[in-house]
């Protein structure tokens, strides 16, 4: 995914902006002129008032560590909880992320023979060569996996009211198997959840490409025989209207931001972080920290985590996502709850997938979305 600093409408494996929405492209330029309006009035010295960075001048929890995080929540200081998810998040359940050295996705592809990693997620290649992707799809499908602790730990958090809205970079559905609704979920990367037709942009279900993914045959569009991909985001393509529209609605909103198995390296859903007001506690949950502003950031004005000043409003909770996440549960009372709600639904989904497999039904669905043919879908915005 694109490196770039600040953020644009389009995924770029170079950082270039691609963008070609005009509602993302709208939205993504007028941040990019704020901020280098911005760095460009204090590096001349007629910055206005409203250019600085607002910084924390008191102390918003009372201690700057995990427990400052629980009691922080225990008195009801918080509402509008916004969770942020990268890959780490579903390591655990057995899918791989990008860039960890000898088990990252990018350090396996070695075996499709191409002229880079990241080029089977680019839509340029993908257009001349789409079997790689659709081979490595087949491995990755989602329906293989069962949610995480990380999973539940946020649906609790949707359960008890306090979830305004969760971000994930990851592509996996895990999200949406673990019960969390769709209205609350935005997918910045994309989703398997539905495809279209890279040419016509006609709409397929989820049952109809699995059946020609499980075929291993490249997907083909019935009006125009185009290449019917899944909605996931690839370089060169638009991030959904969806997060760029929401993103502006939840953020001025958010009381709490916890931040869960991303290293933030990649743009624009890295600089997420600094939509949040400045006096709202900012939760990393990651095996190293992330995110964290430089001394350059600093001179430039620009935001990032600080786990080090008198007043800081970030914490960093190092090790496993799901240790973390069950950790901050038990610390909230809340540990009995999610092992039981973690337990009973991988007993459920283990029940359904035996009994698919002993009924045949998959084979069932799979001759019904044949029949039916494709099942044309509208994209309709979940916002609240």
Same mark, same amino acid.
């Given at each position: 995914?694109?490196?770039? #600093?600040?953020?644009?409408?389009?995924?770029?494996?170079?950082?270039?902006?691609? !963008?070609? &929405?005009? /509602?993302?492209?709208?939205? &993504?330029?007028?941040?990019?002129?704020?901020?280098?309006?911005?760095?460009?009035?204090?590096?001349?010295?007629? $910055?206005?008032?409203?250019?600085?960075? @607002?910084?924390?001048?008191?102390?918003?929890?009372?201690?700057? &560590?995990?427990?400052?995080?629980?009691?922080?929540?225990?008195?009801?200081?918080?509402?509008?909880?916004?969770?942020?998810?990268?890959?780490?998040?579903?390591?655990?359940?057995?899918?791989?992320?990008?860039?960890?050295?000898?088990?990252?996705?990018?350090?396996?592809?070695?075996?499709?023979?191409?002229?880079?990693?990241?080029?089977?997620?680019?839509?340029?290649?993908?257009?001349?060569?789409?079997?790689?992707?659709?081979?490595?799809?087949?491995?990755?499908?989602?329906?293989?996996?069962?949610?995480?602790?990380?999973?539940?730990?946020?649906?609790?958090?949707?359960?008890?009211?306090?979830?305004?809205?969760?971000?994930?970079?990851?592509?996996?559905?895990?999200?949406?198997?673990?019960?969390?609704?769709?209205?609350?979920?935005?997918? +910045?990367?994309? !989703?398997?959840?539905?495809?279209?037709?890279?040419?016509?942009? /006609?709409?397929?279900?989820?049952?109809?490409?699995? #059946?020609?993914?499980?075929?291993?045959?490249?997907? !083909?569009?019935?009006?125009?025989?185009?290449? %019917?991909?899944?909605?996931?985001?690839?370089?060169? #393509?638009?991030?959904? !209207?969806?997060?760029?529209?929401?993103?502006?609605?939840?953020?001025?909103?958010?009381?709490?931001?916890?931040?869960?198995?991303?290293?933030?390296?990649?743009?624009?859903? +890295? &600089?997420?972080?600094?939509?949040?007001? /400045?006096?709202?506690?900012?939760?990393?949950?990651?095996?190293?920290?992330?995110?964290? $502003?430089?001394?350059?950031? %600093?001179?430039?004005?620009?935001?990032?985590?600080?786990?080090?000043?008198?007043?800081?409003?970030?914490?960093?909770?190092?090790?496993?996502?799901?240790?973390?996440?069950?950790?901050?549960?038990?610390?909230?009372?809340?540990?009995?709850?999610?092992?039981?709600?973690?337990?009973?639904?991988?007993?459920?989904?283990?029940?359904?997938? /035996?009994?698919?497999?002993?009924?045949?039904?998959?084979?069932?669905?799979?001759?019904?979305?044949?029949?039916?043919?494709?099942?044309?879908? @509208? %994209?309709?915005? #979940? +916002?609240?």
């Amino acid at each position: 995914m694109a490196s770039k #600093e600040e953020p644009t409408g389009k995924v770029s494996s170079d950082g270039e902006d691609n !963008t070609a &929405s005009a /509602s993302a492209t709208d939205i &993504s330029d007028r941040w990019d002129i704020e901020r280098i309006t911005q760095y460009f009035a204090r590096k001349f010295g007629f $910055r206005r008032d409203e250019d600085e960075l @607002e910084e924390p001048t008191e102390k918003i929890l009372e201690e700057s &560590s995990v427990d400052g995080i629980i009691k922080y929540i225990k008195d009801s200081k918080c509402k509008n909880i916004i969770t942020m998810a990268g890959a780490g998040i579903s390591t655990s359940a057995g899918i791989p992320d990008f860039r960890s050295p000898g088990s990252g996705l990018y350090h396996n592809l070695e075996k499709y023979n191409l002229p880079d990693p990241q080029a089977i997620f680019e839509i340029g290649f993908f257009r001349e060569n789409p079997k790689p992707f659709f081979t490595l799809a087949k491995e990755l499908y989602p329906g293989s996996f069962k949610p995480t602790v990380c999973h539940y730990f946020i649906r609790l958090l949707q359960e008890k009211g306090l979830l305004l809205r969760h971000y994930t970079q990851n592509i996996d559905t895990l999200e949406r198997v673990a019960g969390i609704p769709g209205e609350k979920i935005v997918e +910045a990367h994309g !989703t398997f959840h539905t495809s279209h037709c890279i040419d016509c942009h /006609s709409g397929y279900s989820m049952e109809w490409i699995k #059946e020609k993914i499980f075929a291993d045959s490249v997907p !083909t569009c019935e009006d125009c025989n185009g290449i %019917v991909k899944p909605d996931i985001v690839f370089f060169g #393509e638009n991030l959904p !209207t969806k997060f760029f529209t929401l993103m502006q609605k939840d953020f001025p909103k958010c009381d709490l931001l916890i931040i869960m198995g991303s290293s933030l390296a990649v743009q624009p859903f +890295a &600089s997420l972080i600094d939509r949040v007001p /400045s006096n709202c506690p900012r939760l990393l949950v990651n095996r190293e920290k992330a995110g964290e $502003r430089s001394s350059l950031m %600093v001179m430039m004005g620009l935001g990032g985590l600080d786990f080090k000043s008198e007043y800081s409003r970030d914490v960093a909770l190092l090790g496993d996502c799901d240790y973390g996440c069950q950790l901050l549960a038990d610390k909230l009372g809340w540990g009995d709850e999610l092992r039981e709600l973690v337990a009973k639904e991988h007993k459920r989904i283990d029940e359904e997938n /035996s009994k698919n497999v002993s009924t045949g039904t998959n084979e069932q669905e799979i001759k019904g979305a044949q029949s039916e043919g494709k099942q044309k879908s @509208e %994209v309709k915005e #979940e +916002a609240k």
